[in-house]
Nanobody, 129 residues
């Protein structure tokens, strides 16, 4: 098991930037891919971005491409989501998640919430003027 704690959410104006961080503890962080998902009120949880265990491969939702960057620091057990040019439709609770299997290459499976077995409590991001 791994414990995940997100931070960095808040209120930002449209066009602004925000950086979310997820701190992990428990099992060996660097062995597992990590993902970020989000859930807006009344909507299903959706994939935002994923990064493989080593940090050399990433995958993004179409809505995130060009605006959002995922990165990880395996020496600090953290994964970060940097968001720019934020839009009101980015408003949601953002969750980080850790994959259930170690050392797997990043694939389309990492866009699915069922691939992940550990989740943080989420951090609220509100984009509004």
């Amino acid at each position: 098991q791994v414990q995940l704690v997100e931070s960095g959410g808040g209120l930002v104006q449209p066009g602004g930037s925000l950086s979310l961080s997820c701190a992990a503890s428990g099992r060996t962080f660097g062995d597992y891919a990590m993902g970020w998902f989000r859930q807006a009120p009344g909507k299903a949880r959706e994939f935002v971005a994923a990064i493989n265990w080593r940090g050399g491969s990433t995958r993004y939702a179409d809505s995130a491409k060009g605006r959002i960057t995922i990165s990880r620091d395996n020496t600090k057990n953290t994964v970060t989501l940097q968001m720019h040019s934020l839009k009101p439709e980015d408003t949601a609770v953002y969750f980080c998640a850790a994959e259930s299997s170690a050392f797997r290459p990043l694939s389309i499976a990492h866009t699915m919430s069922s691939t992940y077995d550990n989740w943080g409590q989420g951090t609220q991001v509100t984009v509004s003027s």
